[in-house]
């Protein structure tokens, strides 16, 4: 329903999460974000070997040069922290395989974590303040996501970059110190530069779905440099008669889903940490899948019917492109595809998409269907899962999965997360010379001085034009 704007929204929260000191943060929120920083970088260092379309992102920032500020993860070397920015949002989510929220359209540190590193290790901060920031864009990523529900893709957009375009804004806000008002003004100028149209869904062949958050993460370190500046922006850049409600979701928004407990409790506990690098929507399926092989060789599976949330509709059609997806990131997207070489394999992993004609998996794929139950068109269902697998024997299996893997609820193991880190960060094309080290550091950068001092004891300074 269309709500009355609360007064001043823009300003409210813009003053609200500026405001808060790493001190006024509760300890588990701090803790959050150091795992997701840790993630968030691990998962880049793995898209800059395997990501489809990335290296074009680092080459032109290492020919375009700069003032070396900020690091390429993955590429090694500084260029500015904009550049930075770009090219590590584009790392993000191009193996998707970074950390979501369950019941949220929403990958809450694809953005955030890139802009707010860059500009951390540009302005030499410590590692506190780098967590704070983190915790706060986080935070109202995940509040503009449940604000919005499914408004911004019914009105044709692409939910989750420009939820964390505006996340990343105010992170790379707080970092810097930029009080309410200059927080505004780069709210304002984001919303010059971002867009997400829900065409995303509809190319398979594209690679935009893969490294679209290089676009947002960009646009909030330009945006928060440009208001420190002072460049004005508009009073109301979201709540305003023509601001970003209104534009992109008719004013349909819930206003107490971005103020409710503002600045006194926060997203980031509510993380999930992905298990396997495919959209969190396949995650469910694709365990009911490990779990059932050992009663379903593929050879002996005549039908794989899928049941799940009306929004994973996606995920299954169009069924022949669906069935043999045209490129890694859309294989990532794909659950007959995902659920089919889970049977094959009896694992998915980072090498499960360097090839996509195994006729193994491509003649599975074509038995799996998905069918939407509208029971489950609520948050709370749209990361679980129903598998019925008829046998050709004639058995039928069932297995349901409520809860997906990596949830809070049912979190992966420390020693997961690790192995996680250590497996992307071999296919770096640079890679640290000690990724364990490195995740440590990271995972401990609350008590470090320097955010540049830790990243350069691990990765690669020299910065190198491929065409020179």
């Known amino acids: 329903m269309t709500a009355p704007a609360p007064e001043r929204l823009s300003f409210r929260l813009a003053e609200t999460l500026t405001s808060l000191k790493p001190g006024d943060l509760p300890a588990d929120v701090l803790d959050a974000a150091a795992v997701s920083l840790v993630d968030q970088v691990g998962v880049a260092l793995g898209g800059a070997g395997l990501g489809e379309g990335c290296g074009a992102f680092a080459d032109l920032a290492r020919c375009e040069g700069g003032t070396p500020q900020s690091t ?29 929220v369950d019941g949220l359209p929403v ?29 706060v864009g986080c935070d109202l990523t995940c509040r503009l996501a449940a604000a919005t529900g499914t408004e911004l893709a019914g009105h044709g957009w692409y939910p989750p970059p420009l939820a964390g375009a505006l996340g990343a804004t105010v992170a790379s806000a707080h970092l810097l110190a930029l009080g309410p008002g200059h927080t505004v003004d780069a709210l304002s100028l984001v919303l010059m530069q971002m867009g997400a149209p829900g065409e995303i869904k509809y190319s398979p062949r594209s690679l935009v779905r893969g490294i679209r958050d290089g676009f947002g993460a960009n646009a909030a370190v330009r945006a928060v440099q440009l208001a420190a500046a002072g460049i ?27 103020l409710d407990g503002l600045g006194e409790t926060f997203a980031g506990p509510r993380v999930s940490y992905k298990p396997w ?31 799940g949330a009306p929004v994973n509709v996606m995920l299954a059609e169009p069924p022949e492109a669906k069935r043999a997806p045209a490129s890694a990131i859309d294989a990532k997207f794909s659950l007959p595809f995902t659920v089919a070489t889970a049977f094959v394999d009896g694992r ?6 360097t090839s996509l004609e195994r006729s193994e998996v491509l003649e599975l794929a074509r038995r799996v269907t998905f069918t939407a139950d509208p029971a489950w068109d609520v948050p ?38 690790r192995a996680k880190f250590a497996a992307c960060a071999r296919h770096a094309p640079q890679p640290p010379p000690d990724p364990a080290q490195l995740a440590a550091d990271l995972r401990g950068i609350a008590r470090e001085p320097s955010v540049r001092a830790v990243l350069g004891r691990h990765l690669p300074e020299e910065t190198r034009c491929p065409s020179n």
């Open 72 to 100: 390429l993860l993955g590429f090694g070397g500084r260029v500015p922290a904009a550049a930075a920015a770009s090219v590590n949002g584009a790392l993000a989510h191009a193996l998707d395989y970074e950390d979501s």
């Open 277 to 307: 690098p495919s959209c969190r929507g396949t995650h469910s399926f694709l365990e009911a899948a490990l779990d059932l092989r050992d009663e379903a060789v593929p050879a002996g599976i005549e039908a794989i019917d899928l049941a």
């Open 348 to 353: 998915v992993d980072l090498g499960s998409f």
């Open 380 to 417: 709370d269902r749209m990361t679980s899962a129903r598998m019925t697998v008829r046998l050709r024997d004639g058995r039928v299996l069932h297995r349901r999965i409520d809860v997906p893997l990596g949830n809070p609820s049912r979190p992966l193991s420390d020693d997961a997360l």
């Open 107 to 135: 990958h809450p540190h694809a953005q955030v974590v890139p802009a707010a590193l860059a500009l951390a290790e540009a302005h030499d901060l410590d590692g506190a303040a780098l967590l704070a920031s983190i915790a």
């Open 232 to 258: 004005r922006g508009f009073d109301a850049p979201l709540e305003g008669r023509a601001g970003f409600f209104a534009t992109h979701v008719s004013g349909q928004y819930r206003p107490e889903a971005l």
